[in-house]
């Protein structure tokens, strides 16, 4: 039941069925709750730390500028206009055999091997929860052998990932307003108060506050290096879920009246505030203790409840409710990119398509949460988890946002950009100049580099 051939707007009737926000406020909490999520509370501090600080993340804020910034607009004026899910959007924009419509395809495949395993790592969140409530001791080495032991127990990986499938998929069940935005209003603000309590922590009542200023904000350029710039282009993609129409389906759902630079501008800042101030709040206990930066992936898991032991649990579990909401609202948004698609496309109601589909990921996901099947991967016997976590990464979501980059910039009719944008102003003109010859630019490095395809990098 396919009814992607109609170009633009639908009627209004048609639209409260597929649903929208309730408020530009439901929209911006919905949206940075994508943003904002693993990527922010534990990736970004980590690769910050192996990157050696400030000279990454001042990079990484410029690529969050020229990438991320224009990438969102172009999701967001997308979908809008289409008022689609990512493979309706490219039909309605271009014609209905379109093979744009693959960019759609592709984005609806990456939500759903995205979700399959980020819902495992979320997993280890919501267990840290109550370990935390535990609380940690033993020596050092102790505390940070019990991430491995959780890792390598497929019961318990396996009990905690259905938890959050089971928590993404009653949210999203309950469909735009009620579901999504209702839950990011609550979650997100909560979100914001723990994280603010969790700085002023780190700054004032640790010595490590002012260290933790200055690995993050003082710039050293000579620890800056190829991969360090490559990687902040990468994340910064990441980071604001761009690439695989989740800004794009959101967009589907805001009013017109609402102007997409504002908002895009809105939901790109806070999602670096967020990162910059998570930065901070565990940086100032890392150097508090002494500890390394350069820890790498186990820098949550391992270093910090090393450090929690000392802290104690007030400090411990809003931390990991922190990292469970952000999560949480970036699942959802990672299962509704799906969910659209076969409601749209299909004809599916919501709540079969979100039981369904959300069932299929979970089941998809168990690979990913049983930390002993291995395939044969680049050369090396690997985990599922990390196989699933490369081929998204560093394959789908750079081509996805290439390929949603140059249809905006090339393809898509003017007037249709300039009806969602607002004006032809010079504001305008600079936008999609940066989407026709800086974005994809960047975007095509990052994807070379995925593939090892650079010519000056050692792989
Ligand atoms: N942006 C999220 C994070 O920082 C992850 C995420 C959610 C995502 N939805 C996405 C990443 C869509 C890419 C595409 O953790």
């Given at each position: 039941?396919?009814n ?36 922010n ?21 410029v ?25 309706g ?6 014609k209905?055999r ?45 505390i ?35 579901g ?62 761009l ?82 909401f ?57 985990g599922f ?19 949603t980059?140059?249809?905006a ?51």
């Open positions: 039941m396919s992607g051939s109609e170009t633009g707007g639908l009627t209004e009737n048609k639209q409260s069925i597929r649903g929208n926000w309730g408020s530009r406020m439901g929209f911006i909490l919905a949206a940075t709750g994508s943003a904002i999520g693993l990527g509370i534990w990736k970004f501090p980590y690769i910050t730390g192996v990157y050696g600080g400030a000279a990454f993340v001042l990079v990484y804020l690529c969050v500028v020229i990438v991320g910034l224009p990438l969102m607009m172009a999701e967001l004026i997308i979908g809008r206009r289409s008022k689609k899910n990512p493979v959007a490219f039909k309605a924009l271009h209905p379109s093979p744009w419509q693959a960019t759609g395809w592709l984005g609806v495949a990456s939500g759903f091997v995205i979700l399959s395993f980020y819902s495992v790592v979320a997993g280890w969140a919501m267990a840290y929860i109550f370990k935390s409530l535990a609380g940690f001791s033993g020596t050092g080495q102790q940070q052998s019990q991430f491995g032991t959780l890792v390598a127990h497929p019961s318990a990986s396996i009990m905690w990932h259905t938890i959050f499938m089971v928590l993404c998929i009653g949210i999203v069940i309950g469909g735009v307003q009620r999504i935005e209702r839950w990011s209003k609550i979650l997100m603000p909560t979100l914001f108060a723990i994280l603010l309590a969790l700085m002023a922590y780190g700054v004032f009542y640790t010595h490590g506050g002012p260290r933790a200023l200055e690995f993050l904000f003082k710039p050293d350029f000579s620890k800056l290096s190829a991969e360090a710039v490559l990687s902040a282009l990468g994340h910064a993609f990441f980071t604001l879920s690439g695989m129409g989740a800004m794009l389906t959101y967009g589907s759902y805001m009013r017109r009246d609402e102007s997409i630079t504002r908002d895009a501008i809105t939901v790109s800042a806070l999602d670096t505030i967020i990162a910059l101030i998570a930065g901070v709040a565990i940086y100032s206990l890392v150097f508090n203790f002494d500890m390394d930066p350069a820890a790498g992936p186990g820098l949550i898991f391992q270093t910090l409840p090393v450090l929690f032991a000392e802290t104690g649990p007030w400090v411990s579990v809003p931390f990991f409710i922190l990292l469970t952000a999560a949480l609202t970036s699942g959802i948004s990672l299962l509704e990119v799906v969910v659209a698609y076969f409601i749209d496309e299909r004809g599916w109601s919501r709540k079969k398509t979100t039981l369904i589909l959300g069932t299929a990921i979970y089941l998809f996901g168990l690979l990913s949460a049983i930390a002993s099947l291995t395939i044969p991967f680049r050369g090396r016997d690997q988890f990390d196989v699933f976590d490369f081929i998204s990464t560093n394959y789908m979501l750079p081509v996805g946002g290439f390929l980059c140059l249809f910039a090339w393809v898509m009719k003017e007037s249709d950009r300039v009806a969602e944008f607002g004006s032809r102003g010079p504001l305008y003109k600079g936008l999609i100049f940066v989407l026709r010859y800086v974005t994809p630019v960047a975007v095509f490095i990052v994807l070379l580099h995925g593939l090892e395809l650079l010519p000056f990098m050692d792989y």
